[in-house]
């Protein structure tokens, strides 16, 4: 069975509201988790990720490979 490795990029948020972390997926719609910590938000979000992949799969839709995309930070003055 052949494995493959995906690099997928996440972003992780303060929870102005209720606390901890919101964290989302750009790369796959809809995939996002939460948690109280970073850590519980980081695995959490891996699971969904996992999730959604396996969802993909069983829907014959294909993954894209995020791997390549770059991420910056754009700073505005107003």
Do not use: R
């Amino acid at each position: 069975m052949h494995l493959k490795v995906y690099d997928f990029k996440i972003m992780l948020e303060p929870d102005e509201e209720s606390g901890g972390y919101v964290v989302t997926c750009p790369s796959l719609p809809g995939c996002y988790s939460q948690g109280n910590t970073v850590d519980e938000a980081m695995t959490n979000i891996k699971e969904a990720i996992l999730l959604c992949l396996e969802d993909m799969e069983s829907q014959n839709q294909e993954i894209h490979d995020s791997s390549k995309t770059l991420v910056a930070d754009v700073v505005v003055t107003l």
